[in-house]
């Protein structure tokens, strides 16, 4: 491809605590769903790769896991991902929520942002959940804590002062190649954001009856002769009674985290699809490196 000095492309890294909109903002902006949802901390596992492109420019987003204290191995990978993120890009936006606090999970990324030399930009989300007048307030909270590039108070589910964030960081981007082509939205391959999707249905239905403890173990993906696709998963739990919770009486739980995965899939793949979903108990999976390494959280990652 020949060199267009008017085109500009760079990779941004999107930091920040648990559950403040980094997947909402990410889907926002890449205009379908790539990371999964969910109003619960620690959705986002992996890094996300989702890319966004234009006439006249590209920047390849990194969607970091919430970053908060390790506890077992899970959690460990998911920070030592989020960090590594920070090595690869051109700029970083640390988000926070207009509905929380500055706490101490904020003062620590806070910390350790000051150790790397990228404009790190500071991204106010959740603005549609507050009175407009407490806005300076929480800005001023942030103020003098980091040189920050650039302050943005924004609605990632509603949109609002988005289009300004991207067009600020378009023009930080220097001139560059474009790296994907333009109708491709994220690096991960199709059995991940598979299963991703199955995982979000299971966190938005059964709620707090299921604590972080699933993973999602894609066995087969095949498309058949009749041009549809066959899924097979299974569902990790660590216990036996989270099994029961997840079936559901007579099954409903399980059909209906199905019905709603099947959906969104065959959304993303443009096809027909025959989802046949397990659940088995593993316990302790989540410390266990031969099973995390099965399911994709390898240290490659970062």
Request: hydrophobic share 40%; net charge neutral.
């Amino acid at each position: 491809m020949e060199f267009d000095p008017n085109f500009h492309s760079g990779f941004v890294a999107i930091v920040g605590r648990p559950n403040v909109g980094k997947s909402t903002f990410l889907n926002r902006i890449i205009g379908q769903k790539i990371a999964i949802m969910s109003d619960k901390a620690q959705t986002t596992r992996n890094k996300i790769q989702g890319v966004y492109t234009d006439n006249d420019s590209q920047i390849v987003f990194l969607d970091t896991p919430g970053i908060h204290k390790p506890i077992n191995k899970l959690d460990d990978f998911m920070e030592k991902s989020a960090f590594s993120a920070l090595k690869e890009v051109d700029a970083v936006l640390f988000m926070v929520s207009a509905t929380e606090t500055r706490g101490a999970g904020d003062n620590f990324i806070i910390n350790r942002l000051k150790e790397i030399d990228k404009p790190v930009y500071l991204i106010i989300n959740k603005i549609d959940e507050i009175n407009p007048n407490k806005l300076l307030s929480i800005m001023d909270i942030y103020k003098k804590a980091l040189d920050w590039k650039e302050v943005f108070p924004i609605s990632a589910l509603q949109g609002n002062n988005v289009d300004e964030l991207m067009a600020n960081l378009k023009a930080l981007l220097p001139a560059g190649p474009q790296y994907y082509p333009e109708d491709e939205v994220t690096d991960h391959p199709e059995r991940f954001i598979v299963a991703e999707l199955i995982r979000e249905k299971i966190l938005m239905l059964a709620r707090d009856e299921i604590p972080y403890s699933i993973a999602i173990d894609i066995l087969s993906m095949k498309t058949n002769e009749h041009g549809n696709v066959d899924i097979q998963a299974d569902i990790l739990v660590d216990r036996p009674g989270q099994k029961g919770i997840l079936i559901g009486k007579q099954g409903s739980m399980l059909k209906k985290i199905g019905t709603l995965a099947r959906q969104d899939i065959e959304d993303l793949l443009g096809s027909k699809v025959y989802l046949k979903l397990w659940v088995k108990v593993h316990p302790g999976w989540r410390n266990e490196s031969s099973v995390l390494k099965s399911l994709g959280y390898k240290k490659d990652n970062y």
